[in-house]
């Protein structure tokens, strides 16, 4: 709680350049040089030529995101159950808690999520959600029970969207929840319809920092509630281009295994939710409060019952589960953060 109440919690960061969470090819673009003898039909082509390597390497990222969660997805339900995110926990916890312990701290995060945010169990404007990256939809159906909310949640993941349709069916809550397979970058949703648009740890999977943000703009209603929970890099110092060397190293180690695109920091979010005149930005580093959920993580997956879903799962799960130590390590070194930024859209 003190991680939340506490001024130093509440983060109000310095502004860095937006420009930098630009896709590959607008960025290519932007510095395509201006002689005059390049012709135009060259320019052209060559914009073509990027454009085309730019969406090709999106589009297997994308297939790449699916595969993960496609081949991992049962694991983490049958081991974690169906939430699929950090624990919130008070500094002091220890990773010894029993797995009942994590699985309340999971529920947890969802309840300081939406506390820090100004969202409370009396909100009566809570009529529609929208959750960004759904995994199995345990947040869309904690939600919706609590609110009593209609949600709509989306996964890459064709395993991961049946799933959870089948747990909602389950939990007899089709009537107010429903999964799909769509893409976060390109939502099939109408404008302004989402009182609360949640994303819980999707971010660090966009390419597209801006566009991102852009359609979880796009799609909340006037007056509605933005929620992003990412995994960040740490905020570069004033003089800092980039992160050193070996910071940059250690992040695309685990980009290769978790299907992750290039990092932003928690200010570049609040950079961008500031170029479109959001209003209540506010942003919080819990990196303190989920210092105990990979080493649990880990703890479980050495358990004999852990070993034997690991193995049966197949080399991806084992793969996420080699790479599990340099979460801890970027953590512990103060290079990945765990941020919160919330914001609402004007009426």
């Known amino acids: 709680m003190k991680a939340i109440l506490a001024p130093s919690s509440l983060i109000r960061l310095p502004r860095h350049k937006v420009s930098s969470l630009r896709s590959p090819s607008l960025l ?5 040089p201006s002689s005059a003898l390049m012709t135009t039909k060259t320019a052209s082509r060559g914009s073509v030529a990027v454009t085309a390597a730019a969406t090709s390497s999106v589009e297997a990222l994308r297939e790449g995101i699916a595969e993960f969660y496609n081949e991992t997805s049962g694991l983490w339900e049958e081991i974690w159950g ?8 008070d500094p002091d916890s220890s990773v010894q808690l029993s797995d009942s312990g994590h699985r309340e701290a999971q529920i947890r995060m969802i309840e300081e999520s939406l506390r820090f ?7 009566k404007k809570i009529k529609r959600v929208v959750d960004v990256g759904c995994g199995i939809g345990g947040s869309s159906r904690y939600i919706a029970s609590k609110f009593g909310a209609e949600c709509i949640g989306i996964t890459l993941s ?5 799933r959870a ?13 429903s999964f799909q ?3 976060a970058l390109e939502q099939p949703f109408e404008d302004g ?13 966009m390419p597209d920092k801006a566009k991102f943000v852009k359609e979880l703009v796009r799609v909340a209603a006037p007056g509605g509630r933005i929620i992003i929970v990412t995994w960040c890099h740490r905020n570069l110092s004033q003089g800092e281009e980039a992160l050193q060397p070996w910071e940059q190293n250690l992040l695309d180690r685990i980009c290769k295994t978790f299907y992750l695109p290039a990092w932003c920091s928690t200010s570049d979010y609040v950079d961008l939710l500031q170029s479109l005149s959001l209003q209540d930005i506010k942003c919080a580093d819990w990196s303190e409060n989920v210092a105990p959920f990979w080493p649990a993580v880990i703890r479980t997956a050495l358990t004999w019952k852990g070993l034997v879903s690991l193995l049966r799962s197949g080399m ?25 930024i919330t914001c609402q859209k004007p009426l």
């Open 158 to 162: 064709p395993v991961q969207a049946k």
């Open 165 to 177: 349709n089948d747990l909602a069916a389950a939990q007899s809550l089709s009537h107010k929840v």
């Open 82 to 89: 169906d939430h699929m995110h950090h624990g919130f926990y």
């Open 28 to 32: 290519i673009q932007s510095r395509r």
């Open 193 to 205: 319809i989402f009182d609360l648009v949640w994303s819980m740890e999707s971010g660090e999977h």
């Open 181 to 183: 397979v769509a893409d």
């Open 117 to 123: 945010a100004g969202v409370t169990e009396e909100e």
């Open 316 to 340: 991806k799960s084992i793969k996420g589960a080699l790479t599990m130590p340099l979460m801890i390590e970027g953590y512990k070194k103060g290079v990945i953060k765990f941020g919160i």
